[in-house]
């Protein structure tokens, strides 16, 4: 439910990013000295992102087909465009209102009445210092209503220092409170939105929302390989054990170092305290449902290879 069409440029050239395959550690830093994502977090042996973006898309795709993925994928049209060419069934395109490149509603109407898209993802105000409730998002919202398209939006961590790091600027940790949400809800109630990452760390605020509004689902991206494994796992634990196993969906967040979806697929397996029936309904019985797929569709992912 969360990939990333992205190119090495994007994101600034080739980097390393820590995973929790390793420990994981979030050091202080001096304010005196520049502060960056990789000096932010730091483990023994960081893992490489991809050496370019035709190696990026195809190591990518080489991992949606090594297990049997199909994914919401964000990015902008002409970067869809180039990653649907590798792969247009596994590529499920998704597009964002919230940027300086948003469309107006019009638009987005004729686009996913076209096809070119089938979720609002990842939308993220807070990367922008604003709450979901802004004003000029309302339109978008209501659009997703009415059409009935799904939308997923960022609540919670950004990079490790983001609020400091060049291109971050906007991000406020303040902003993550999954309740802001809850005027939107009440606003446009047949919405089907999830709340990417969980709204971690917030997850006491996180299990309130979901517990008085049944339509809102969550995706545990990022956090089930960039953070510490036990204390992913105990947040993951948190929302199983308040009874919500069958609204948390699988996804990786994978922007340019395709084996952190490995590993985020290996961290949901090691976790002891999933039964085998909870660990499919997150890999992938929950998304079925949250995204109405036909049984048609259900068994062409089933019998895939």
Not at 8 to 34: H, I, K, S, Y
Not at 160 to 165: D, E, L, W
Not at 196 to 201: I, R, Y
Not at 246 to 268: N, Y
Request: glycine fraction near 6%; aromatic fraction near 10%.
């Amino acid at each position: 439910m969360h990939l990333h069409a992205l190119s090495l440029e994007d994101m600034g050239g080739p980097m390393a990013v820590c995973t929790n395959e390793q420990a994981v550690e979030f050091p202080g830093l001096d304010p005196r000295q520049p502060m960056t994502v990789q000096a932010a977090a730091v483990c023994a042996e960081p893992t490489m992102s991809s050496s370019s973006t035709p190696k990026l898309i195809e190591e990518t795709v080489a991992m949606l087909e090594r297990y049997n993925i199909y994914a919401i994928t964000a990015g902008s049209r002409e970067r869809l465009r180039e990653w649907r060419a590798a792969s247009p069934d596994r590529i499920i395109p998704a597009l964002g209102f919230d940027d300086d490149d948003a469309e107006a509603p019009d638009v987005y109407r004729r686009l996913y009445a076209d096809r070119e898209f089938r979720v609002f993802a990842e939308i993220a105000p807070q990367y922008r210092g604003k709450l979901a409730t802004d004003g000029a998002l309302d339109a978008y919202f209501a659009l997703a209503e009415e059409l009935d398209i799904p939308i997923g939006i960022h609540l919670g961590e950004g990079p490790p220092g983001g609020a400091h790091v060049t291109g971050y600027g906007g991000y406020k940790a303040a902003l993550t409170s999954p309740l802001q949400l809850e005027d939107i809800l009440l606003k446009h109630p047949k919405l089907r939105l999830y709340v990417m990452h969980f709204g971690s760390p917030l997850v006491d605020e996180m299990i309130a929302l979901l517990y008085s509004h049944p339509q809102v689902y969550v995706d545990i991206a990022q956090n089930n390989w960039g953070f510490p494994r036990a204390h992913f796992h105990s947040q993951l634990k948190r929302l199983t054990d308040a009874g919500f196993a069958k609204r948390i969906m699988f996804g990786s967040d994978q922007m340019i170092w395709p084996d952190t979806i490995r590993i985020a697929i290996e961290t949901v397996e090691a976790a002891e305290f999933l039964t085998p029936e909870q660990k499919r309904d997150i890999f992938y019985n929950n998304a079925a449902r949250f995204l109405r797929l036909s049984e048609h569709e259900i068994a062409l992912h089933h019998t895939a290879k």
